[in-house]
């Protein structure tokens, strides 16, 4: 299971203060506090604290001063893609991209960057006209996308598929379409596609956000997601990541394997 830590975003009040005000400090805790928590990849995400037309110097700033405090590899997460390209730039491993819809112009200019800079990259399951209800139309959106990946070069194993699952206090119906759609998406080439998913998203404004994330995040993984956008310091989150690995048989069982799975 990866972990993609959720923090580094500029909808948050201390990383969008950072950010206005080019103050690396808080940017940096949290990236050691996310490493230690269990992150396997950091989200690198502007938000709407950077316009758009300077966020491709603020990318590279967020890179350059993540990377004086953490090895880890980013997630390059925006809708500006000359952002996400002037980060790549500067990466010290290879990046994961965040993301392209089922566009055709965009998926053309995402899929060929990807491939330049050996970076990995997240498709969303939706076009512009919005995300599907039903698992049928996320798949077909995913199908499009394996399409590209093999028309471009871009090898299935680094090409990640998001089937969108959207708050369950207001779309509550989509949380078992977005399960079958990662079913539904593994078998969509050999090898497999890998599944991730945005999973804060499922709990957004509700007040049992804890119990919904951990809960959901078994029941995907069960499901076969590879992957979550996540908070990387909610312990028992990560144990459930964690124990999820062990018995699926993803991981040898160890008594230490908490620890191990941290120490990843």
Known sequence: ???????????????????????????????????????????????????SHERPEAYEWMVKIIQEVSELP???DSTNYDAIEAGLKLVKRPALINSVPAERAKIERVFSMAVTYNAALIGLTMDNVGI??????????????VAAADEFG???????????????????EHAPEVLESIRMIKTLA?????????????????????????????M??????????????????????ATGQILLNKSIYADSYLKVFRQR
């Open 190 to 218: 050999n090898p497999a596609p890998k599944t991730v998913l945005g999973l804060s998203n499922v709990s957004q404004k509700s007040p049992d956000r804890h119990l919904i994330n951990r809960t959901y995040l078994a």
């Open 154 to 172: 871009l090898p299935m194993e680094d090409l990640f598929l998001d089937p969108l699952i959207m708050p369950c206090n207001v779309a509550q």
């Open 74 to 76: 980013l997630c390059l």
């Open 1 to 51: 299971m990866i972990i993609i830590g959720e923090r580094i975003n500029g909808m948050f009040k201390d990383i969008g203060e950072g950010l206005r005000n080019k103050d690396p400090k808080p940017l940096q805790h949290w990236a050691l506090k996310q490493e230690e928590g269990g992150a396997h990849y950091l989200d690198v995400n502007s938000g709407p604290a950077v316009p």
């Open 220 to 241: 995907a993984m069960a499901c076969g997601l590879d992957a979550a956008i996540m908070d990387a310091n909610d312990d028992a989150l990560v144990d459930v990541a």
């Open 132 to 145: 599907p209800k039903d698992a049928e139309n996320r798949v077909a959106f995913a199908m499009e996308l």
